[in-house]
């Protein structure tokens, strides 16, 4: 451990009561893998229920959207309520967040960015993710113009979070030489790079999706309108 008591970085780092986790980390993985896929398969399975019909790209659309939701509302909600004190809480959700932290330290120490962007997503993205994921759900034709409109909005707050995220990391280390992140591969492309991979990738792929479903319904009303003055 660095000279301030905590395998953090940077080592100057200053975290108040830290303690390390108590719980073995494949058993706190384990636990929360199975709250987070319960919650989302859950999420479809009460979908397909209500309905039957639903398109099997619609379902992964519900899953993506619950999933959101979840780490969104509780995980990140978590953090938001229980910053000061998650560096020597042994709650399940504060030693995920000490895992997590070794590749990004900013996560125990309330940084101002962190706790900002947090909140937004908190009160924001939580919302907007699960309504998203209940109209995809419901599939109603009247609906689709709504659905797309937020599956849109979303999905371009989640790339630019993750572009912020990136972002403010990226600068604090060219411009101040901080880095967050401990250098073993795990941490910084497994933790770092790779969880947060995600929401680049499928928020990308749903934004270009709604913007050609909008696009496209669009093109059909002025074609509508187009008949309509040629009678």
Known sequence: MAAQGHPYYPRDALIPGYAPNETPLPVVLGLFGSIVFSFTAGSVVLAKRYNPGLRRADQLIVAWFALCGFLHLF???????????????????????????????????????????????????????????????????????????????????????????????????????ATYSRPEVVYYWGYYVGMNAPWVVVPAVLLWRSAREIRAAFAAIARVEEGRKGR
């Open 75 to 177: 995980f990140e909600g978590y953090f938001v309520l229980r910053h000061a004190s998650l560096a020597s809480s042994q709650s399940l959700f504060a030693q995920v967040w000490k895992e997590y932290a070794l590749s990004d330290s900013r996560y125990l120490t309330s940084d101002p960015f962190m706790l900002c962007i947090e909140t937004l997503t908190v009160l924001i993205w939580a919302p907007l993710s699960l309504t998203t994921a209940v109209l995809a759900a419901r599939g109603r034709p009247r609906e689709q113009g709504a659905r797309h409109l937020l599956q849109a909005l979303v999905s371009g707050g989640h790339l630019y979070g993750v572009a912020l995220y990136y972002g403010t990391c990226a600068l604090a280390e060219r411009l101040r030489g």
